[in-house]
Each structure stands twice: as C-alpha cells, then as structure tokens.
C-alpha cells in the first residue's frame, strides 16, 4: 500500500478505491467501506471479528476498518454498489 501523502503538513487520504464483492472467505487489506446501495453488511473487522451493520444507507461509510466483506456469515448481505477504501 502506496503512502499518498506523507507530508506532516496536509492530513493523508486514502491512495486508491475499488469494487468489492461479497464472499465469505475472501480478505483484503484494511480497509474501509463505501456503501452504494442501501441494505445490510456483514464484515470482518482488521481484528478479526464480525460485525453486522443493519440498515446501512446508501452513501454511507462503514465506521470500521474491515478486511472482508461477508455474503452469509454473521448475517446476510444485502447492500449494493460497495467501493473498498483504502
């Protein structure tokens, strides 16, 4: 993971974003979660744990760095259109 602005001066931001797909086994590094598309999230957080966030909006961001995205375990996904901040 690229440092995008390492001046002490300007907070940083995160470097990149990307599509995330749902799945119960799949992990990434921590990140946090854009949710396009109202509904339900189920995460791993970056300690291992799941969460399940009910009624997420859309434009929202999950208050968590996670490292997955869960499809069934800990509760069914049911958001849409997620981007992986990071």
Not at 64 to 79: K, L, M, W, Y
Request: hydrophobic share 35%; glycine share 12%; proline share 9%.
């Amino acid at each position: 993971m690229a440092i995008t602005n390492p001046s002490p001066t300007f907070p940083q931001f995160p470097g990149d974003a990307v599509a995330v797909t749902k799945n119960n086994t799949t992990r990434f590094p921590p990140s946090v979660i854009y949710v396009g598309g109202t509904g339900d999230v189920s995460v791993v957080t970056s300690q291992g744990n799941n969460a399940f966030f009910k009624g997420v909006p859309t434009g929202a961001v999950i208050p968590v760095r996670v490292i997955g995205v869960n499809d069934t375990t800990g509760g069914t996904t049911s958001a849409t259109d997620m981007i992986r901040i990071f």
